[in-house]
């Protein structure tokens, strides 16, 4: 049996899918390999394809043990999609890349090894994408998107729409949930008191499929969301220390 199909493994890794049956086999080889020796689980999440993704899910499912998919009955967003992976994980630690392959699972160890290396110090590392293989529209959307929520939020990420991150999944868990959460979670790891770092990661060209977004329709959802965060951060109220007393 293939290294990584414990009953508790070390990492979970989680990915979201939807109409991706060009990739989805692959992108479940490539992190397998990525991952050889290392105990984990892959769980990806379909959301409703109407192609043949989760046929070829299963088929991938042949090849390596470790891997579990799960199948949403409606299309619900990534953001569900990936909460619903998270919770159904089995490991403490999580690592999560967008499932149109263009997040380089390769990258995934040296996120993981960073986060382990602080000692507890540390609940995410996100990465953040370097020569990104995109259009230049989207491109500068990106840019324009980013500049705004860094000044609004403060949270010190320059790209927080890159997929790959690798986090505590009882710090995750502990953050508010709405839909297109996976886009502001360095500031809503800030707001609950976690720390965060960043670290480059590779970038690819989309080789199968489409995307699900419009640089407007993205725009559109942004603003909303944005201000919900900012509404979030102002109602927030820290503790400090939670002892237990006897």
Not at 85 to 93: D, E, F, S, V
Request: overall charge positive; hydrophobic content about 40%; glycine content about 8%.
């Amino acid at each position: 049996m293939e290294k990584g199909s414990p009953t508790n493994p070390a990492l979970s890794v989680v990915v979201p899918m939807y109409n991706e049956e060009g990739g989805a086999g692959a992108l479940a080889d490539e992190i397998a390999a990525a991952l050889q020796g290392l105990d984990h689980e892959i769980v990806i999440v379909d959301d409703a394809s109407t192609d043949q993704t989760l046929a070829a899910l299963k088929a991938a499912k042949v090849r390596h043990p470790q891997l579990r998919v799960l199948r949403h009955e409606n299309n619900a967003g990534q953001s569900r999609a990936l909460r619903t992976g998270i919770l159904a994980a089995r490991a403490p630690m999580v690592a999560t890349l967008d499932g149109d392959g263009q997040n380089d699972p390769a990258d995934i160890p040296a996120l993981y090894r960073q986060i382990l290396s602080s000692g507890g110090g540390l609940a995410m590392v996100a990465g953040e994408r370097q020569g990104r293989q995109d259009s230049a529209a989207k491109k500068f959307a990106s840019r324009v998107a980013n500049a705004i929520r860094k000044r609004l939020l403060n949270d010190g990420a320059a790209d927080t729409g890159c997929g790959l991150k690798v986090f505590r999944r009882e710090a995750f868990l502990s953050l508010p949930y709405f839909d297109h959460l996976h886009r502001y979670l360095p500031a809503l790891m800030a707001r609950e008191g976690y720390e965060t770092a960043f670290a480059p990661v590779s970038h690819r060209a989309r080789a199968h499929g489409a995307s699900k977004y419009t640089n407007f329709g993205r725009a559109l959802v942004a603003v909303r969301d944005l201000m919900g965060v900012v509404w979030l951060n102002a109602r927030a109220r820290r503790p400090g220390k939670i002892s237990e007393e006897n």
